[in-house]
């Protein structure tokens, strides 16, 4: 049998591709080495979001005299059942995503190529996923499919730091968020997404937390404002902010933990890819601004790419990929730019688009349109004042450039400038819009008048 298409990797980048494919109604093959949904599912996104809202629960328990409400006794964290919750919800997440999968062929196996139209796998048995249509089938030993396309979708792990190797002491965000007990202490070397969520989410259980970061601000690359914003919450929470330091010079020895959250590296290992001629570069895949990896049949996604690490990212590519290799008369080109990002601190952050300083460094003449928290209603109610909303526009066509929230539901209200920026609404016709009183989305309204 010959495959329209094979997929290596079932995370979010492999699994919407898959999805893609059968909608068009190609025959598809999907590999996957590990779990179904990849990093997001299994090791990221979901575990740290289910912790980061237990965290957000005990803190609102512990403040809730603020709401006129008595508790009969302090809030207790239970770290075991709040893990146990985590697996399940990923559990029901995984059973969610098999159930979409019949009519895909799937298998669980480490991937080799063995020339551009084969692959090798190692097949490691009956992969977790009661709606593939196994039916029980054991599935061992070598097996070799060809296939017209493929799409390499496999991921990326956490990047090691020199004197900072992972050991039972140092760990990656992976093994971090499946700690069975608190420690007293936390360094986190590294103060990009995942080291400032980890820092807010250790912090309200109760343990004592260090960021360290070698650049001048937590969240390199984001707006200065919302970068200083939440520095200085941090510092108000007690946890120990540090940046524009090497973390080599603090003595380990001081923590009970540390996390290394420096970045990504591409999970390309054993893939075989000398053998296909792709275009790599500092250990990534290197594609075309419509995914393809320099040979007419290979395609990539997602963080092999190491562009955006973002699981919805991800999946935009995987759907791009695909309708790229099968509708090639209406090509897509993927773009980053207006693409949200959100990150679950406490205040969360969403943004997208330009911020203000990368819009001069473009040579824009930007307006910026600034709203406080602490004049939102709804924000006063919610008792979670802290923060902006800031709006960014081209001062001569009033084309909507980007904006960036810290604030109380930051992750969704970024949804609404998202609509309006991905639209090529214009700053005039998004101040014409008329938001619900009293909630938080009237301050987008606000921040324009």
Not at 50 to 59: D, E, F, G, P, R
Not at 77 to 88: M, T, W
């Amino acid at each position: 049998m010959i495959y329209d298409l094979a997929i290596i990797g079932a995370g979010w980048a492999g699994f919407n591709a898959a999805l893609h494919a059968r909608a068009l109604g190609l025959k598809t093959a999907l590999i996957e080495k590990d779990a179904i949904g990849g990093t997001c599912l299994n090791r990221g996104c979901i575990p740290a979001k289910t912790l980061i809202q237990s965290a957000k629960v005990y803190s609102l328990a512990r403040k809730s005299k603020t709401f006129a409400v008595s508790l009969s006794g302090d809030p207790v964290v239970d770290l075991s059942g709040i893990q146990a919750r985590k697996e399940h919800i990923i559990a029901q997440l995984r059973r969610g995503m098999e159930s979409l999968l019949p009519g895909i062929d799937v298998f669980r196996g480490a991937a080799r190529f063995a020339d551009n139209d084969t692959v090798e796998l190692d097949l490691l048995g009956d992969i977790d996923c009661s709606g593939c249509g196994r039916n029980g089938v054991s599935q061992r030993g070598l097996k070799r499919i060809r296939s017209r396309y493929f799409l390499i979708a496999s991921g990326a792990n956490p990047l090691e730091l020199a004197g900072f190797e992972f050991s039972r002491k140092i760990l990656s965000s992976n093994e971090l968020l499946s700690i069975r007990e608190l420690p007293p202490t936390l360094l986190i070397v590294g103060g990009g997404v995942i080291g400032c969520e980890s820092a807010g989410l250790f912090s309200a259980l109760g343990v004592q937390v260090t960021v360290a970061e070698l650049r001048p601000q937590l969240l390199p690359g984001m707006d200065r404002d919302v970068a200083r914003k939440l520095e200085n919450i941090y510092k108000k929470k007690g946890i120990n902010v540090l940046t524009g330091i090497d973390a080599a010079k603090l003595d380990i020895d001081a923590y009970g933990l540390v996390l290394v959250s420096v970045g990504r590296k591409a999970e390309l290992s054993g893939l075989g890819l000398e053998k296909t001629g792709i275009r790599m570069e500092k250990g990534r895949i290197v594609t075309d601004d419509f995914l393809n990896a320099g040979v007419p049949n290979i395609y990539a996604a997602g963080d092999c790419t190491v562009r955006l690490l973002l699981a919805h990212f991800a999946g935009y590519q995987g759907r791009v990929a695909v309708g790229n290799m099968f509708c090639p008369d209406s090509p897509r080109r993927i773009s980053d730019e207006d693409i949200p990002s959100c990150i679950f601190t406490d205040p969360e952050i969403g943004s997208i688009g330009l911020n203000e300083e990368e819009a001069k460094q473009r040579g824009i003449s930007a307006e910026v349109r600034k709203f406080d928290f602490l004049g939102s209603g709804m924000a006063r109610i919610l008792d979670e004042t802290e923060g902006f909303i800031k709006i960014v526009s081209d001062t001569k066509t009033g084309k909507l450039l980007g904006a960036c929230i810290i604030g109380p539901r930051a992750t969704e209200l970024i949804g609404i400038m998202t609509v309006a920026i991905q639209s090529g609404m214009t700053l005039p016709k998004l101040k014409e819009m008329v938001f619900a009183h009293p909630t938080l989305s009237e301050a987008i309204g606000d921040a324009l008048r």
